[in-house]
């Protein structure tokens, strides 16, 4: 049965020994199939850039329990291997809640977990953080550990002493080493669309075929042995006569985006386009629809400046027809972005806001409609996750705040809350555009996919 490999807290290697494992697995031209517990993109991006599968999110919180277990069930019986890397702390989920955890979804699907744990400075106290966790919830089982920042035979020996009478498996030491240490950034990882965050994969297959019992360790990788997928949202209730064009950007800009969202499209039928804002492209004309999904537009903000066909185009896309934007991608449709330099950069101007540098902002968000939109009706309720640095700021002069170039009044779509906070109202919306800090796993939220698809398929020409 596939593993979970989880730790005590985040930055204790749970990503590196992922990457270690798939990268050993590639060189001996096996295929594993790998997934991430949690909303995110980074991770899921270095380990889909390695030669293996495509990295795939396991979300309770975001896509519901059936939906989890059909998507594992799916990809892991087309491998050999699987192993799931668990987010944050075992326990971490939503708020102060296990709910959304590594541990939820590991109990969810029956898996094993591998821990990680980081040894640096400690011997004798790694027993009993081994045993808390252990002994915390008698539902999951720990059947191997891995001890990582270990540098001398002495501190594995002494381990081993430690453990000698626990009733675990372990399956390797890895010492310190920088050349598998994986760049971090304000988000978290690099992505491997910076050139200097490419993984070295023979590098790291040697280092784990020196440091891991690896043929213990695959033993924890098989296929599952259930093979009956659930039935879980179809895209079969999903009826179109005519499918219009969608346009996609997708770049070393903006990259933040579900594969099972692109997927999902297809498998209805609706044809998908890339553009590139990072190349100036235009957008394709037989495009009816526009998705910018989040990404790092703080960080190319004077190249998309200086992206004039594309923002122009941007621009006389809204005319006509409906654009879809997240976090980043909503970013570009304002004004400004003032950098970390306090260096304003001049976006499309769609919508009277300017992006600056502003607290974090992360969590999973409850959202209710408040009236019809494109993508949500008045009081329904769908799930999301917001992840930034950044805040809008309204024009105060340059803009009439309450409409676009357009004339077409604008409003808050829906307002959001976390874990026991209040609700807010949040983002941009008319009838032929979505802007938000949030992000949506649409494949598995049938209300807003089917909101959207409908908003895809108008024809906003005749608006213009």
């Known amino acids: 049965m596939p593993c979970v490999i989880s730790s005590p807290s985040t930055d204790s290697g749970k990503t590196t020994l992922s990457l270690l494992i798939s990268c050993w697995a590639f060189s001996k031209g096996i295929k594993i199939q790998t997934f991430k517990v949690g909303p995110d993109y980074l991770d899921q991006q270095q380990l889909s850039s390695i030669g293996q599968p495509i990295c795939r999110n396991l979300d ?24 799931i890397e668990g987010a944050m702390g075992l326990f971490d989920g939503l708020g102060a809640t296990s709910y959304s955890s590594t541990a939820n979804v590991a109990k969810l699907l029956d898996t094993p977990i591998i821990f990680i744990v980081n040894a640096k400075g400690q011997v004798a106290s790694l027993l009993p953080t081994f045993r808390g966790f252990r002994d915390f919830d008698n539902k999951l089982s720990i059947k ?4 990582n920042n270990v540098n001398s035979d002495r501190h594995k020996k002494l381990i081993r002493e430690v453990f000698k009478n626990e009733d675990i498996q372990i399956l390797g030491f890895l010492p310190s080493d920088s050349k598998i240490t994986v760049n971090k950034a304000n988000l978290g990882l690099i992505s491997p669309f910076d050139s200097d965050s490419k ?7 040697g280092f784990a075929e020196k440091n891991l019992d690896v043929v213990s360790l695959c033993k924890f990788l098989k296929y599952p042995s259930k093979k009956n997928i659930l039935n879980a949202n179809s895209c079969k209730d999903f009826k179109i006569d005519k ?37 100036n492209e235009e957008i394709p004309n037989e495009a009816s629809s526009l998705i910018i999904p989040g990404g790092f537009p703080e960080k190319y903000a004077g190249h998309i400046s200086d992206s004039d066909k594309s923002l122009k185009s941007l621009r006389e896309f809204r005319k006509k027809g409906f654009i879809y934007a997240e976090c980043g991608g909503m970013m570009i449709l304002g004004d400004l972005i003032k950098d970390e330099n306090g260096i304003n950069h001049k976006m499309s101007g769609i919508l009277p806001f300017k992006s600056k540098k ?33 805040q809008v700021e309204r024009a105060s002069s340059e803009f009439d705040l ?31 555009l979505h802007a938000s800090w949030i992000h ?25």
């Open 199 to 205: 993984i070295d994969v023979d590098y790291f297959a």
């Open 60 to 83: 309770i919180f975001l896509s519901g329990e059936k939906w989890v277990q059909k998507n594992f069930l799916k990809h892991s019986l087309k491998y050999e291997l699987s192993l």
């Open 402 to 432: 309450t409409k676009n170039e357009n004339h077409s009044q604008l409003f808050s779509p829906w307002e959001i809350k976390s874990w026991e906070t209040k609700f807010k109202k949040e983002g941009w919306s008319d009838k032929k």
């Open 440 to 464: 949506l796993h649409l494949p598995s939220c049938q209300e807003a996919a089917k909101n959207f698809v409908d908003a895809t398929q108008v024809n906003y020409s005749q608006d213009a």
């Open 144 to 147: 191997g550990i891995i001890f």
């Open 243 to 279: 499918k219009k064009p969608i346009a996609i950007a997708e770049d070393k800009i903006f990259h933040f985006q579900y594969p099972e969202t692109k997927e999902f499209l297809d498998e209805i039928g609706i044809p998908l386009i890339s553009w590139s804002i990072f190349n």
């Open 358 to 390: 502003s607290n974090l902002s992360v969590g999973y968000r409850y959202i209710k409609g408040l009236k019809d939109t494109p993508m949500i009706k008045q009081n329904q309720s769908i799930r999301g996750h917001e992840f930034h640095y950044w």
